[in-house]
């Protein structure tokens, strides 16, 4: 038996390279390779893992809750080095008074509210680093924003604001670098942050309908009040699930513009386009390839028996360029007929909770990138982001 938190059985068969250098394009010839030669596969890399790479079988992976669980290993590679951190930490049921307390935060009226806050934001940041001609955007301005939208979302006064802009930096670049010894170190300050906001909002409460703290400490499972120790992991888990895909889902688009001029024209000219495109591009350059469930018995997936207790990484990136669920499934198109959506926030009991959060960021963002330009040329590098991310970390560009 595998206790959580301890590593797989390690599983040498290796038909795939996880733990290699990468381009922007790399990846996704990686992922239609193992569509079509392997799409069940199995990598030595990261301790060993399996990675499913078709749309369907992603999306019964993600809906059977009972079978997969997220609570054994969440993504991969490994990552978490301390606490359990609610809800993405638990399986149902466990997850859900967790889930429960935090999902209405999200709602449409919410988001409406907020949005002038984060338009502000956007136009803030944006603005200096447009004027300067030159820039990253990710560096520049992507690394910067989801810290800003988080702390007003979070209700923090300014002087905790500026720890977590400066630590949630440190822990992307950490992450992405494999530095574990500076992601654990940023981890406890992290934790140390959750708890002096459960701290303030308990002698200081807000609405538990716009604040996450207030939300999740009203909340009562079987009338009593969420542990205290889950309650810290959930606000140490929020904090920092929305930085690293925005940084380089950013990035992406502006790497897709500067290869697409006239799909920077066509919402130039209609910007009610952009939703949609907003969307497809969501679909295209999807940042999150390594979420993770752990079978609890054997299973068989395509013809193939996967052991219990081995990790499987949940592709999305790959799923959604899956011809059979999207036809031309590496073209840009805003025409594509109902049916099959894509899973960019994933699915199931485990889908995004703050998706709507995200996507007010992200819609804002392109909005204001298209109307304070007439387009990007890349000027230099492109290092890109590995497991479970993926997109760029950098992207210099001159705007046009």
């Known amino acids: 038996m595998v206790e ?86 638990l399986d149902p049921p466990d997850h859900t ?77 950490a992450l992405q670098h494999k530095d574990m010894e500076k992601v654990q170190a940023t981890s406890v300050f992290l934790y140390e942050v959750a708890r002096d906001i459960i701290e303030l909002r308990k002698v200081e409460p807000l609405d538990p309908t716009i604040d996450p703290t207030s939300a999740l400490l009203a909340a009562r499972q079987d009338g009593e009040p969420l542990p205290e120790e889950m309650i810290l992991g959930t606000i140490r888990q929020l904090l920092v699930v929305g930085i690293i895909a925005p940084t380089t889902f950013i990035g992406s688009m502006t790497i897709h513009f500067a290869r697409h001029p006239e799909h920077h024209r066509m919402l130039k000219d209609d910007p009610s386009l952009v939703p949609a495109a907003l969307e497809e591009m969501l679909r295209l350059y999807t940042p999150y390839r390594g979420f993770a469930r752990t079978p609890k018995k054997d299973v068989t997936i395509r013809g193939r028996t996967i052991p219990k207790d081995e990790p499987i990484a949940l592709s999305f990136t790959s799923a959604n360029r899956d011809a059979d669920a ?14 099959r959506q894509h899973m960019a926030f994933g699915r199931g009991p485990h889908q995004c909770a703050g998706a709507p959060l995200a996507r007010l960021m992200l819609r804002v963002t392109l909005e204001e990138l298209i109307a304070r330009t007439d387009g990007f040329e890349i000027t230099g590098e492109i290092p890109m982001t590995t497991w479970p991310e993926y997109g760029p970390l950098s992207v210099p560009v001159r705007f046009l």
């Open 4 to 89: 959580r938190g301890d590593p797989p059985p390690h599983n040498t068969l290796h038909e795939f390279d996880a733990d290699v250098p990468e381009t922007f394009d790399s990846v996704h010839e990686m992922f239609r390779d193992l569509r079509g030669r392997c799409p069940v596969a199995h990598s030595a890399d990261f301790e060993g893992f399996w990675v499913l790479t078709k749309y369907d079988d992603v999306i019964n992976t993600l809906a059977d809750a009972d079978t997969y669980s997220t609570a054994i290993q969440n993504v991969v590679p490994r990552v978490a080095t301390s606490g359990r951190r609610p809800p993405l930490h």
């Open 97 to 173: 008074p967790y889930r429960r307390a935090i999902t209405p935060l999200f709602r449409t009226e919410r988001m409406k509210a907020l949005e002038p806050v984060v338009r502000k934001i956007v136009t803030d940041l944006l603005a200096p680093v447009v004027g300067q001609g030159e820039a990253d955007i990710c560096l520049d301005f992507s690394y910067k924003l989801p810290i800003h939208v988080l702390a007003e979302f979070f209700h923090i006064p300014p002087e905790q604001a500026e720890k977590i802009r400066d630590i949630g930096a440190d822990y992307n670049r």
């Open 326 to 339: 999207f036809e031309n499934p590496d073209e840009f198109r805003l025409d594509r007929p109902e049916g």
